[in-house]
Each structure stands twice: as structure tokens, then as C-alpha cells.
């Protein structure tokens, strides 16, 4: 393997912490997003081009998409390790309330543009016998009110993950899905259209994960020998776990 990774949705959340970190490790990342000043700032935080390399493209635009994974440099062209971390959860209402163009964006960001990210560089992994680290969500398979369509994204990509290992063993890439709970970032307020009393009721007195949480369980799974695949890693907060199935009964009873 090659030290060079690439971490999708580095501008905020879990991708900047796992870039930090895996900079600190000695890695060279390209580091992907949107939003280019974030990815400049990160340039910049972290000791400048030898080390990081920005890539500004949209995952749901597969012609942008091709034709920024086409134009890195060596020595960041070396890829062996994938993260595909960028992704959103847009609205918590019941399905019957959410609206389509939410649904779609979920589905064209978290399913269509992982793919299509992971297709273009299975190349590049395969030489380097690498690895692909999918961030899928609890919600892949705790379902709960209003994770309707989020939740099946997720689902979508535990599954792709799992499969992806079927095909890829025999050429020692290795593929492992990480299923975060409850965490600590942008991802609330994207998903309430930047309600900050949603983000602060979500998380106070819950002490969630970190992005740093996520970022170390990252520098693990990359630091194990080539012979050890971690399949699916879930974690939660310690304050969160299961609660009884709900049961909705008639009016009156
Ligand atoms: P953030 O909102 O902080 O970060 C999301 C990242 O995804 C941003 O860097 C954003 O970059 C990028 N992104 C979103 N849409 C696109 C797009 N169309 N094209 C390119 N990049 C995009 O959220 P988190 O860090 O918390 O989430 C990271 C991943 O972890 C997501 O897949 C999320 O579903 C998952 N997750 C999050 C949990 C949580 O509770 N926070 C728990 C479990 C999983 P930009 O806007 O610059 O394009
Ligand atoms: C984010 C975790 O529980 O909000 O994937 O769906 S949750």
C-alpha cells in the first residue's frame, strides 16, 4: 500500500478529522469537497501542498468527478486508500411529510456519488492492493422515526461495503464500513436547514462522539496488517443504546 489517501466531504465533521489525523500519521491526502475556501484552510492548517491535496468536485456530478480524479498529481495519484465519508441527512419528519427532492439528494449524494467515486478509483486500489472505508450510519440498521429514506442510503452502503469484500478479497483489498450513532457535527444543522436549537437540544447533557472518534477508529483500521479485514465497525456514544419497539395503538382502545 501506498501512504496516499483520499477522504470525500473534508470540509467539516468526521472527513477534517480523519484528514488531520492521517496527515499526522505520515499519509499524504487528497482532501475533497465543495466548499474550495475549507479545503484551502485545510491546506494551509496542515503545512501546505506536499502533504494535502485539494479537490474541489460535487459527488453527484459524475462528469466533475471524473475529471478531478483524472487530474491529481503524482505523487497523491498513488491512491490506496478510499474514505468515503462525504454524505448528508436532509430532514428528521415522517415520510409521508418529507419532501422528494430531499429523498433524491440523499440517494444521488450518499448511494450514486459514493459509487461513483469508488467505480473510478477500484483501478487504482486494485494495483495498490488498498482499501475502501465506507462511513454508513447505525441507521443502516436501527431504523427509527424519520430516518426513512437516510436510513436506507446507509443501508445501501453497509451492504455495497460487505459485497465490494466478496469481489475484492482475492485482490487484497480489504473493505470495511463504519456505522457511527449519535456525533457531534455540521451534519445536524444540515439536516434541520441550520436549526442551531435543534443541533443544541440533540446533543445536550449526551456527550457524543467526536469527529476525532471517528478519525482514530480510521487510523486504526489503516494501521492493521494486510492480512486483517475489519468488516463493519458500530459505534455509539456510551449514553446512547436501544430503546422497546414502539407499539401505536387505536383510538380509543
Ligand atoms: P458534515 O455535515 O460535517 O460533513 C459532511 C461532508 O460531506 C462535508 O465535508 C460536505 O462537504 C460533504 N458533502 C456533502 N454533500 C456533498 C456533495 N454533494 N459532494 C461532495 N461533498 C459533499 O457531516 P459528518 O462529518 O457528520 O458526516 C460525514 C459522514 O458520516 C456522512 O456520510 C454522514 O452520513 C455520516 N454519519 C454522520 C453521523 C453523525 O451523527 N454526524 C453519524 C453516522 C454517520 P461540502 O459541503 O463542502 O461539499
Ligand atoms: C447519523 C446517525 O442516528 O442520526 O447517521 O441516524 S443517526
Given at each position: 500500500?501506498?501512504?496516499?489517501?483520499?477522504?470525500?466531504?473534508?470540509?467539516?465533521?468526521?472527513g477534517d478529522a480523519i484528514t488531520r489525523r492521517l496527515v499526522a500519521e505520515g499519509w499524504r491526502v487528497?482532501?475533497?469537497?465543495?466548499?474550495?475556501?475549507?479545503?484551502?484552510a485545510l491546506v494551509e492548517a496542515l503545512g501546505g501542498p506536499d502533504r494535502i491535496h485539494p479537490l474541489v468536485f460535487d459527488v453527484r456530478d459524475e462528469a466533475a468527478t471524473k475529471a478531478a480524479l483524472a487530474s491529481l498529481p503524482e505523487p497523491f495519484a498513488d491512491v490506496s486508500v478510499l474514505v468515503n465519508n462525504a454524505g448528508l441527512a436532509l430532514g428528521t419528519g415522517p415520510a409521508q411529510d418529507c419532501d422528494l427532492a430531499q429523498w433524491k439528494q440523499m440517494i444521488d449524494t450518499n448511494v450514486t456519488g459514493l459509487v461513483t467515486v469508488t467505480r473510478l478509483l477500484l483501478d487504482r486500489l486494485i494495483a495498490t492492493r488498498g482499501m475502501v472505508i465506507n462511513l454508513a450510519s447505525i441507521a443502516a440498521t436501527w431504523p427509527y422515526p424519520g430516518s426513512n429514506v437516510y436510513g436506507a442510503t446507509k443501508s445501501f452502503v453497509r451492504q455495497f461495503s460487505l459485497s465490494l469484500r466478496s469481489d475484492l478479497?482475492?485482490?487484497?483489498?480489504?473493505?470495511?464500513?463504519?456505522?457511527?450513532?449519535?456525533?457531534?457535527?455540521?451534519?445536524?444543522?444540515?439536516?434541520?436547514?441550520?436549526?442551531?436549537?435543534?443541533?443544541?437540544?440533540?446533543y445536550r447533557g449526551a456527550d457524543p462522539l467526536q469527529p476525532e472518534d471517528i478519525a482514530e477508529t480510521v487510523r486504526w483500521v489503516v494501521s492493521l496488517p494486510p492480512h486483517v479485514n475489519i468488516n463493519s465497525v458500530e459505534i455509539m456514544p456510551v449514553s446512547q443504546s436501544w430503546?422497546?419497539?414502539?407499539?401505536?395503538?387505536?383510538?380509543?382502545?
Open positions: 500500500m501506498s501512504h496516499t489517501a483520499i477522504v470525500t466531504g473534508a470540509t467539516s465533521g468526521f487528497v482532501a475533497t469537497g465543495r466548499r474550495r475556501d475549507r479545503l484551502e478479497s482475492r485482490h487484497g483489498v480489504r473493505v470495511t464500513s463504519i456505522e457511527p450513532g449519535l456525533a457531534e457535527s455540521e451534519f445536524t444543522l444540515v439536516r434541520t436547514g441550520g436549526d442551531q436549537a435543534a443541533y443544541d437540544a440533540l430503546g422497546p419497539l414502539q407499539v401505536h395503538r387505536r383510538t380509543p382502545v
